[in-house]
């Protein structure tokens, strides 16, 4: 369906919107860019282009964390993970873009509720230990979560600081990885026919709100409690989940 002008331009700034209050969060809280959009985007678009957009600003974004932190990057935590992500998100790509994109609209709502749900009650009692069977199951969970929703940190996150020397080597080598998966996964998709011209000028709206907000969040950095605006995402997240797994199953608009 073809929009007129006007709903274009009013898109573009939703997007741009979303993105700057997504990137925000980020660089305040050290994550939730993929899952905070994932939660809103598919509110006012379809969940194929929600995918696509969210895929190229997290990557965006991730390299140009990575770049900025590249001296506490623990390169040889990621060979397995990653190996393990790149064979299941193959032909878990390849499933989506197979399928109806509406199939997945209400698991994506279910998903993003179980997600905020678990870092409210579980995040902080779980540990896992560096070994290679640990290894391939993050990779693997993480390859799931994001092909399908474009969530696929969570997982990754709870092992990396597990097995990482320091904090700042897990912020470091976390946007490596987030850098690894959402680019390889831009690839896939695009391979798979999952991009389209239509999509070209949503990117650099999505971009420049990104931009916006890890400037203004790296200036506000030490002025807010991260933990408190955290517990704030997951109550959106959880209920944005609700909305779109209802909406989608009761058959009005999201």
Same mark, same amino acid.
């Given at each position: &369906? #073809?929009?007129?002008?006007?709903?274009?331009?009013?898109?573009?700034?939703?997007?741009?919107?979303?993105?700057?209050? +997504?990137?925000l969060?980020? #660089?305040? +809280?050290?994550?939730?860019?993929?899952t905070?959009?994932?939660?809103?985007?598919p /509110? %006012?678009?379809?969940?194929?282009?929600?995918?696509?957009?969210t895929?190229?600003?997290?990557c965006?974004? +991730?390299? $140009?964390?990575?770049?900025?932190?590249?001296?506490? /990057?623990?390169?040889?935590?990621?060979?397995?993970?990653?190996?393990?992500?790149?064979?299941?998100?193959?032909?878990?790509?390849?499933?989506?873009?197979?399928? *109806?994109?509406?199939?997945?609209? #209400?698991?994506?709502?279910?998903?993003? %509720?179980?997600?905020?749900?678990?870092?409210?009650?579980?995040?902080? #009692?779980?540990?896992?230990?560096? +070994?290679?069977?640990s290894?391939?199951?993050?990779?693997?969970?993480?390859?799931?979560g994001?092909?399908?929703?474009?969530?696929g940190?969570?997982?990754?996150?709870?092992y990396?600081?597990?097995?990482?020397?320091?904090?700042? $080597?897990?912020? $470091?080598?976390?946007?490596?990885?987030?850098? =690894?998966?959402?680019g390889?996964?831009?690839?896939?998709? $695009?391979?798979?026919?999952?991009?389209?011209?239509?999509i070209?000028?949503?990117?650099?709206?999505?971009? =420049? @709100?990104? *931009?916006l907000?890890f400037?203004?969040?790296?200036? =506000? %950095?030490?002025?807010?409690?991260? &933990?408190?605006?955290?517990?704030?995402?997951?109550?959106?997240?959880? *209920?944005? @989940?609700?909305? /779109?797994? %209802?909406?989608?199953l009761?058959?009005?608009?999201?």
């Open positions: &369906e #073809r929009l007129g002008i006007f709903d274009m331009v009013w898109m573009l700034l939703f997007l741009a919107i979303c993105c700057f209050i +997504s990137a969060v980020q #660089r305040l +809280s050290g994550f939730g860019l993929a905070l959009l994932m939660a809103l985007l /509110i %006012f678009m379809n969940f194929t282009d929600a995918l696509v957009i895929g190229v600003v997290g965006v974004g +991730s390299v $140009a964390l990575a770049i900025q932190q590249r001296r506490y /990057i623990q390169w040889k935590k990621l060979a397995i993970p990653v190996a393990a992500y790149v064979v299941v998100g193959f032909f878990v790509t390849r499933l989506v873009a197979a399928n *109806a994109a509406a199939d997945f609209k #209400r698991w994506l709502g279910l998903f993003l %509720f179980a997600l905020a749900l678990y870092f409210i009650l579980l995040s902080k #009692r779980i540990h896992i230990k560096g +070994s290679v069977p290894g391939l199951l993050v990779g693997a969970i993480s390859g799931v994001n092909n399908l929703f474009n969530v940190g969570p997982p990754m996150a709870v990396l600081l597990n097995v990482c020397d320091s904090n700042l $080597a897990y912020l $470091a080598t976390m946007q490596v990885f987030l850098a =690894i998966i959402s390889y996964t831009n690839i896939v998709r $695009a391979a798979s026919g999952m991009f389209y011209i239509g070209l000028p949503m990117v650099p709206a999505a971009v =420049i @709100g990104m *931009a907000g400037l203004v969040g790296g200036r =506000i %950095f030490h002025k807010l409690d991260g &933990e408190k605006l955290k517990t704030v995402v997951y109550v959106v997240v959880a *209920a944005s @989940g609700l909305w /779109i797994f %209802f909406g989608d009761l058959g009005f608009a999201v």
